[in-house]
Each structure stands twice: as C-alpha cells, then as structure tokens.
C-alpha cells in the first residue's frame, strides 16, 4: 500500500524557503504588497542561502520525530530551488546551488522520507494569467496583460517542471500541489483543475513515480486530503471509507519566514495538536520557515528541540498509532498502536482519572515517560457517594490512580496494556 509509511510516520516536517525568505514578511509578500516583478527581483539579487543546510534539517527533522520532510520546490512567487532548463529563475542562477539535489542527497542519507511541494501558481510565469490572487491584478491595464497571457502555454511549462522533478532526483515519497480554487476571487474568475490538465498531472505522476503519493490539491481526489491551519474533530470518511488525512500547521500563521510576527505556539500546544491528530488518524505537518540566510530560526529550533525531547520518550504513543474507537476521559485523548492503548492527558487530574468501559480490559498501567507502574481499581458502581467519597463510576469504569506531581513533561501519557488487542 502506497500510504503504508505515512500512515505510520504520523509526523512530518514543511519547508518552505525561497527568495521570499529574504523579504522576511511572509510567503505571500509579493501578492500582499502588490510588488512588481523589477521590485521583488532585489530578494532574487540577495539570495545568499549561506546557512542552508540540507543535512541540519534531515537530523532536526528526525531528532524533533518526524520521519519525512516536504519542501517548497517552487512557491507561488515562480522561485524555483531546482535545476531547471525550462527557466533561469533558479537558486542556480541566484546562488549556484541546486537546493533540491542538496535536500533530496541529505534526507537518503539521513533515512528521511522526501517530499516535494510545488505550487500550481505562478506569479512570474509570462503565460499565467493574472487573477483575484496575482500580484498584478490591481494595476490599471491587468485585464489587458491576460490578452497575450496563454494557459495552455504555461500548462506545458507546469508538467515539464514537474516531470523534470520527478524524473531527475531519483524515488519522491511525495508530492504536495498547491492549490485550486474554482470560486471566484475579486471578480476574477478562479482556477480549477483543467487549468492544470489535472489528469495529465497526475497520470504522469503515476507513470514517473508510481509509489508516490499525491495529494489533493489538484482539483481531482488524490492519495489524502489536506486540512490547513485546522484541526479535524473526527477521523475523515468519505462514502464509508476512511480518508488519509494531514493537517499541515505553522509556528505562527505564516509559512515564509516572518521576521516580526510573534504569534510562536508553544510546543505544549503543537504536542497536543499531534496528539489530537494522531488520536483522529491523521497526520500532522509542522512547518518552519528558515531565514534569509537559509537557517532555522533560533526561535523555531527551540521549539522543535522542546517536542524532539517529548517525542523521545512518547515516540511511542505517535508513530505508528492511530485511533481508538473509545471515548476518551475529559482530560486527554486517546491514541492506540496494536495493544497498547496511550491516554495523553491535556489537564493532569487530582489523583485519579475514570476511563469509561476499561474495567477489566487493562492488564497493566504506567506513564510513558519513565516507565513508572500505576495502580488501578474499579470502583463499586453501586457504591453511594458522600462528602468524602466519591461515587463509584458507571459500570464498567476503571480508575487509574495517579501521583499528585504532574510529570514534567509535556504533555503526560498513560499506557494502558490491553487484554484483547482485537
Ligand atoms: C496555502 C498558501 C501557501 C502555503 C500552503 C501550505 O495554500 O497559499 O502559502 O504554502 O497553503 O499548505
């Protein structure tokens, strides 16, 4: 099965890098600031990825428990970090680097699974037309730019990139497209998936890298689907059957490097994300946006290390788990690989947590983190409650008795053996 790996991996790092990392305003400045091409060249002109460093990123990636990464081959803005015969708006012509063939040799050699982002978007390609997200689409003659614009032309521009991509760093784990959207924007009509001859796309796809996977951002289904900025409440179906999700995330709302915003989250809250991904079984993509200088800021390495150590000792709770069809307790939520069922608890209760239909089902309780036994009973349904006792929960409850110190972790996990793995 083609999703095999990552169905498994759970957790997965996105990089987006490109001359917009020099502008440091985030990925979209060019389209934000409606800069023209003359004034966005000067990000191309000081492109200087010095402090790029494919392998740093393959081991922060594996140290933080991430087993893939997905890279901005291209981004909106048409910068391309490969080799290309098709255009010279290359990190070769910038810098002399081939910033793909580094990232794909680094993560073999690491053991990291490789992917690709490439954006159908392109906002420097003469023949793509200007519309309700191009940077041009305010000046006074845009309508009249689209008359020499030509989609068929920048369609033939699109599936040789992407055949170049495919055909010239070896096996690609994945490839993530972005994006569609049929609906109009500002009164410009939007872009769908004949824009792309998505079927083509993805036929060649299949035809030059039948392992990988794709996602859904073509227009047409694809191998999974891909919830941004959001959380799913629930594991995904659609006409009964399960759906391979990944919900890709940012640090602090931008994808790009944005110096001056300060929206960080904390890593307790991106552990718990992942932990909620896992337990709705899907995946999480956390991004990071190195620098100018091609580094992961200082601020994100912090954050990253917080989770690597997390990972370190609850790897297990994540990596090829998945979900449990039980209802969690109100303090955390559930996630489960074979028979072991792990509890990631969000609020650290006073003594004790009640797991609802467990009684009799556990053969042996301990935190994660250290491995330490927890006893537990099951507490007379009929038992009456007073004021100092409490009253036996619904039939079935087991309690798992806990210290009153929170582990200093995290996000604290019990594992729960279970009797009957099925
Ligand atoms: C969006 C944005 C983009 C970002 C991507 C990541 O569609 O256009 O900047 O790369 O999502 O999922």
Known sequence: MRQQWFDEARFGMFVHFGIYSVGARHEW???????????????????????????????RAKATGMGYIVLTTKHHDGFCLFDSALTDFTSVTACGRDLVREYVDALRAEGV?????????????PDFTVDGHHPRRDDANAAALNADRDMARYREYLHGQVRE??????????????????DAVDGWPGKVAADWDADGLLALCRELQPEMLVNDRLGIPGDFVTPEQYQPTAPLVTDGVPQVWEACQTLNGSWGYDRDNTDQKSATMLVEMLADSVSMDGNMLLNIGPDGRGAIAPRDERTLAEIGEWMLLHRDAIV????????????????????????????????????????????????????????????????EASNMTPAGGPEGTLTVHLPIRRPDVLVPVIELRLSDAS
């Not at 990000?43 to 494919?54: K, S």
């Not at 650290?348 to 983190?369: C, D, E, S, Y």
């Open 29 to 59: 400045v060019q389209n934000r600031e409606r800069l023209t091409d003359a004034e966005y060249r000067a990000y191309f002109e000081n492109f200087d990825p010095d402090r790029f460093d494919a392998t740093a990123l393959a081991r």
């Open 165 to 182: 991509l495919l055909t010239n760093y070896g096996a690609i784990d994945y490839l993530f497209f972005d994006f569609t959207y049929p």
């Open 320 to 383: 090829g788990a998945g979900h449990a069809p039980l209802t969690p307790p109100r303090e955390g939520v559930y996630t489960r690989r074979g028979d072991r069922l792990y509890l990631h608890l969000v609020s650290w209760p006073m003594g004790a947590v009640h797991l609802p239909g467990l009684a009799g089902a556990v053969t042996f309780a301990r935190l994660l983190n250290d491995g330490s036994a927890l006893r537990t009973s099951v507490i007379d349904p009929a038992q």
């Open 113 to 125: 699974k490789v992917g690709f982002y490439y954006s159908l978007l392109d906002w420097h390609h």
